[in-house]
């Protein structure tokens, strides 16, 4: 008499759910190093990391009514169009003059780097911060905000302010577009002194000479 068998069909079950186990590990590993593909992807997508308009020594004029408004120099530009968002990064620096209707220098901003968020019509600009107004007051500081909408300018940081004959530091500065109407919300102190223009101004240029070329003017903005 034959005895039923002992672990035949036990055997070919466990093999059987083995294989598909393993089947499924593969599957899932194989899904999961897609996924991660399909990020690296997106991640180096160039419509998203690529600017789509770049320039080097760029110069040119914004102009309103015909009439000169301001000027830009920057060693590099790059423009950055995704998901409903616009801006302009200057990497490199900037240099930014405004003008009056006799195209009289009304003030002027440099820095290391700045950003110009388009549609919300904002600049900001960091590092080595200098804005200097028709007065001569000479703004230093790492951070500020141009809000062309509000039209102030603005930031939260320490700033310092030099004038023909004091220095005046503080945290928090609020003025008009022009930099003429200015105020230090939180001042720290004044130093009186008799300043030379001349050699006070030694040293503020943030940004290295570009190529002597006239600007181009791409009219209204």
């Given at each position: 008499?034959k005895l039923?068998?002992?672990g ?6 466990t093999?059987?759910y083995?294989?598909?186990a ?11 190093g897609c ?9 180096f ?17 914004y102009?309103d ?7 830009l120099?920057?060693p ?9 968002t616009?801006?302009i990064e ?6 930014l ?9 009304i003030?002027?901003i ?5 950003k110009?968020f388009?549609?919300?019509k ?9 804005a ?5 007051d ?5 951070h500020?905000?141009w809000d062309?909408?509000?039209?102030k ?6 700033v ?12 928090g500065?609020?003025?008009d577009?022009?930099?003429e ?7 720290r102190g ?8 001349e ?5 503020d240029s ?9 600007p181009v003017?791409?009219?209204?903005q």
């Amino acid at each position: 008499m034959k005895l039923p068998g002992c672990g035949s069909n036990s055997h070919n079950h466990t093999l059987r759910y083995l294989k598909i186990a393993a089947l499924l590990c593969g599957a899932a590993i194989l899904f999961s190093g897609c996924v991660n593909d399909i990020e690296k992807i997106k991640a180096f997508n160039p419509s998203e990391i690529l600017p789509v308009v770049y320039a080097e020594d760029f110069e040119t004029t914004y102009s309103d009514s015909g009439m000169v408004r301001f000027y830009l120099k920057t060693p590099e530009l790059k423009r950055f169009e995704s998901d409903g968002t616009s801006f302009i990064e200057f990497p490199k620096g900037i240099l930014l003059v405004k003008y009056n209707a006799r195209r009289e220098m009304i003030s002027s901003i440099s820095a290391r780097y700045a950003k110009q968020f388009v549609r919300e019509k904002r600049w900001e600009a960091r590092n080595d911060v200098v804005a200097v107004n028709s007065k001569g007051d000479t703004l230093k500081t790492e951070h500020l905000v141009w809000d062309e909408n509000a039209k102030k300018i603005y930031n939260d940081e320490y700033v310092k302010i030099i004038s023909p004959d004091q220095v005046i530091t503080g945290v928090g500065f609020e003025s008009d577009a022009s930099l003429e109407n200015w105020r230090i919300r939180n001042p720290r102190g004044n130093i009186y002194v008799k300043l030379n223009r001349e050699s006070s101004k030694q040293g503020d240029s943030l940004m290295e000479p570009l190529p002597s070329r006239g600007p181009v003017n791409i009219g209204n903005q």
